[in-house]
T-cell receptor, first 113, second 116 residues
């Protein structure tokens, strides 16, 4: 069945370090891919998305590229800040025309000053 | 636009009681989703509506759970005869649902349910 696999956290980094959070998926067809972020005490917010192969989504310094050949959508940021500390969820949606999304378990990011 | 709102934000109930949660989506969003989220997990799909029609329900959804969206605007999620295993965060999200691949979702803050 459809699934999303994320690297386990927590990921602990110092401020200004480079961030990668891995995400791979299985799906029928070619879904749209998303990263959502959940800050402490808040709901999930869309961070970025990509709707077709080789698209790059970007927002707030974060980037992810839709890699169909490796079924991956890894999240990267060149220089993290303390304010980036949150839980990040990878998701796919629209596989095979379905409107039911599939989320990963989330990866907690902790950034120290 | 004030975003997706959910009420109440917290609910504590005793086992066996019924509870009802409300979600007000972003106006003009015609898709509305309910999810359950437990600690350390991603959102787990429960059900979704296209306007007032409930189009999909998770097969994991117990028959104690029911959801409505009577006029295609706000939605309610009711849990009957609550069990301790129902304790979780219940999330609502809405989506524009326009033609094309517009699947992005806008989440509310959630309702945290604690069953004692």
């Amino acid at each position: 069945g459809d699934s999303v696999t994320q690297m386990e956290g927590p990921v602990t980094l110092s401020e200004e370090a480079f961030l990668t959070i891995n995400c791979t998926y299985t799906a029928t067809g070619y879904p749209s891919l998303f990263w959502y972020v959940q800050y402490p005490g808040e709901g999930l917010q869309l961070l970025l998305k990509a709707t077709k192969a080789d698209d790059k989504g970007s927002n707030k310094g974060f980037e992810a590229t839709y890699r169909k050949e490796t079924t991956s959508f890894h999240l990267e940021k060149g220089s993290v800040q303390v304010s980036d500390s949150a839980v990040y969820f990878c998701a796919h949606h629209g596989a095979g025309g379905s409107y039911i999304p599939t989320f990963g378990r989330g990866t907690s990011l902790i950034v120290h000053p | 636009d004030t975003g997706v709102s959910q009420n109440p934000r917290h609910k504590i109930t005793k086992r066996g009681q019924n509870v009802t949660f409300r979600c007000d989506p972003i106006s003009e969003h015609n898709r509305l989703y309910w999810y359950r989220q437990t600690l350390g997990q991603g959102p787990e799909f429960l059900t979704y509506f296209q306007n007032e029609a409930q189009l999909e329900k998770s097969r994991l959804l117990s028959d104690r759970f029911s959801a409505e969206r009577p006029k295609g605007s706000f939605s309610t999620l009711e849990i009957q005869r609550t069990e301790q295993g129902d304790s979780a965060m219940y999330l609502c999200a809405s989506s524009p649902g326009q033609a094309g691949n517009n699947y992005e979702q806008y989440f509310g803050p959630g309702t945290r349910l604690t069953v004692t």
